[in-house]
């Protein structure tokens, strides 16, 4: 049996509106970022799992700016060592593989053969982000499931930011058999699991996998301009990050957003179209949005 993985739980709740600056606060700390629904109260249950203890002094660091913006105290949070489970097993063994357009996203444990003319994606469960399960994932894949149809544009680079387990990057490159793809994400640990789960799908000669917060990597400098970016983060990082990532789209060029849940759409969509991005499409999905945008040219 595979060895238990710790895994820390931080645990608070915020009022509605504070919600997207605690979010951001909380991508700082890394792992993987649950938000709930809001209670009777107002108050939106935010959780964040990862696989380190970040020390109670560390936390308050990173939320009392976020505090301070949302003009309240520091919320009370808990953060715990969860219970010493085999979770990796465990969640792997109740996942069944999934569908989203053509795509089909399994798990090791799945014995059973792909759906005909499906294109099958192993990933298993772990501690990286991108299972497939998640509506903003779900939503991206239904997006490059429509973005194969343009016959007329076919992507030859793109980057994957926010790559988690890697799964979008892999699911273009699987779509494109030229695409070249970039992925990056902020979490190392996280780049890790991609880089092996490139080699599972067998994409590695095409999706390079590096550690980048943002654009700041020089290769993904250095690759640019991209054909298709594809970056499901957060409506917070999404906004700060507009400019640059219309700068390192090709003119024509498409942009896949999600991370965002309605209420934000139109706070992410105003920046966007701010920096010459136009939308094409969006998909909803649960309370979660997906946006695609294209640069004029
Ligand atoms: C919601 S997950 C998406 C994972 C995967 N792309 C998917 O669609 O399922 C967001 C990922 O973005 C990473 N991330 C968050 N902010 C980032 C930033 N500013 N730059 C790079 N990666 C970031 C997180 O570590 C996490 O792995």
């Not at 902020?186 to 095409?206: W, Y």
């Not at 999600?258 to 969006?282: C, D, P, T």
């Not at 979660?288 to 004029?296: I, K, N, V």
Request: glycine letters at 10%.
């Amino acid at each position: 049996m595979a060895k238990a993985l710790p895994i820390y739980h931080l645990y608070l709740r915020v009022p509605e509106s504070a919600v997207a600056a605690f979010e951001t606060a909380l991508e700082g700390l890394g792992g993987a970022l649950d938000v709930g629904g809001p209670d009777e109260q107002g108050l939106v249950p935010l959780q964040l799992y990862l696989g380190e203890d970040p020390s109670h002094a560390a936390v308050v660091a990173q939320l009392a700016p976020a505090a301070l913006l949302s003009g309240m105290e520091v919320p009370d949070f808990t953060l715990e060592l969860m219970p010493e489970i085999d979770w990796v097993a465990e969640s792997r063994a109740s996942l069944p593989a999934l569908t989203a357009g053509r795509f089909w996203v399994y798990g090791s444990h799945i014995e059973e053969p792909p759906p005909a003319g499906s294109i099958a994606l192993l990933i298993d469960a772990n501690l990286a982000f991108g299972t497939g399960r998640h509506e903003t994932t779900r939503g991206c894949l239904l997006a490059l499931n429509q973005l194969i149809k343009d016959r007329r544009r076919r992507p030859l680079k793109a980057l994957d930011l926010g790559c988690g387990s890697g799964i979008l990057g892999f699911g273009a490159a699987r779509l494109w058999p030229k695409l070249r793809v970039v992925g990056s994400d902020l979490d190392g640990p996280s780049v890790h699991v991609a880089r092996e789960n490139a080699r599972l799908n067998r994409v590695s000669n095409r999706v390079r996998l590096i550690e980048s917060r943002g654009y700041r990597a020089r290769l993904i400098k250095d690759q640019a301009p991209y054909d298709l970016i594809l970056a499901n983060i957060l409506a917070g990082p999404l906004c700060a990050m507009a400019t640059d990532t219309a700068r390192h789209l090709a003119p024509g060029g498409r942009v896949v957003l999600s991370g965002l849940i309605r209420r934000q759409e139109r706070q992410v969509l105003a920046r966007h179209r701010a920096v010459g991005l136009k939308l094409e499409r969006r998909w909803r999905i649960g309370n979660w949005s997906t946006l695609q945008l294209r640069r004029g040219g």
